[in-house]
């Protein structure tokens, strides 16, 4: 079966600016999960959704980040704008059931805030 | 404060070693536990799924187990080769009410030849 695909790979702006990132998971799967993985540290949910509803969102900072998964199947999470301390990686995640199945990463998206 | 800790955060070993990752949580109301490798610059691959309600899982050299009551959970890796380098992430799966998964900081593994 095909992965998660992520799109951009690499990204690098200037403070102040936004950015977009998009995920598509993999064929069937109804849970879609953002992760931020900041260097030597394990990834940290920003925002989980079943089908195109908000599961949980309690870590996602809502003044400058946001996302959405229309027609339940893709997904973009935007930045606007954005801080030095956003530099991460952003990483996609799926799963075909909440909690009791395995999740299936993305290869993430550098993002360097300058 | 809900947290997973893994220890050692790095580690070194000689090919054909038999070695043993760590990881503890802090609460007991966990659900299951995930284990991962991590590549440089790649996502997370699963590697093991343990449920609450099992001890132990297997998939070739790779063995995890679960004890809900010490809050520990260790990835015995057997005759480790140099493929095997990479970092090792566990995931907790805890349900208070609702559900929230936990990530460890990761055991960076390196396999000398």
């Known amino acids: 079966e095909a992965g998660v695909a992520q799109s951009p790979r690499y990204k690098i702006i200037e403070k102040r600016q936004s950015v977009a990132f998009w995920c598509n998971p993999i064929?069937?799967?109804?849970?879609l999960y953002w992760y931020q993985q900041i260097l030597g540290q394990g990834p940290k949910l920003l925002i989980q959704?079943?089908?195109?509803?908000?599961?949980?969102d309690s870590q996602l900072p809502k003044d400058r980040f946001s996302a959405e998964r229309l027609k339940g199947v893709d997904s973009t999470l935007k930045i606007q704008p954005a801080k030095l301390e956003d530099s991460a990686v952003y990483l996609c995640?799926?799963?075909?059931?909440?909690?009791?199945?395995?999740?299936?990463f993305g290869n993430g998206t550098r993002l360097t805030v300058t | 404060k809900q947290e997973v800790t893994q220890i050692p955060a790095a580690l070194s070993v000689p090919e054909g070693e038999n070695l043993v990752l760590n990881c503890s949580f802090t609460?007991?109301?966990?659900?299951?536990l995930q284990w991962f490798r991590q590549d440089p610059g790649k996502g997370l691959t699963s590697l093991l799924l343990?449920?609450?309600?099992?001890r132990e899982q297997t998939s070739g050299r790779l063995n995890a187990s679960l004890d809900k009551s010490s809050g520990r959970s260790t990835l015995y890796i057997a005759a480790s080769q140099p493929g095997d380098s990479a970092t090792y992430l566990c995931?907790?799966?805890?349900?208070?009410?609702?559900?929230?998964?936990?990530f460890g900081a990761g055991t960076r593994l390196f396999v000398k030849a």
């Open positions: 995640a799926s799963s075909s059931l909440q909690y009791n199945s395995p999740l299936h």
């Open positions: 064929s069937g799967h109804a849970t």
């Open positions: 959704f079943q089908n195109n509803g908000v599961v949980d």
């Open positions: 609460d007991s109301a966990i659900y299951n």
């Open positions: 343990i449920q609450s309600s099992q």
């Open positions: 995931a907790a799966n805890l349900y208070t009410g609702g559900f929230k998964t936990i």
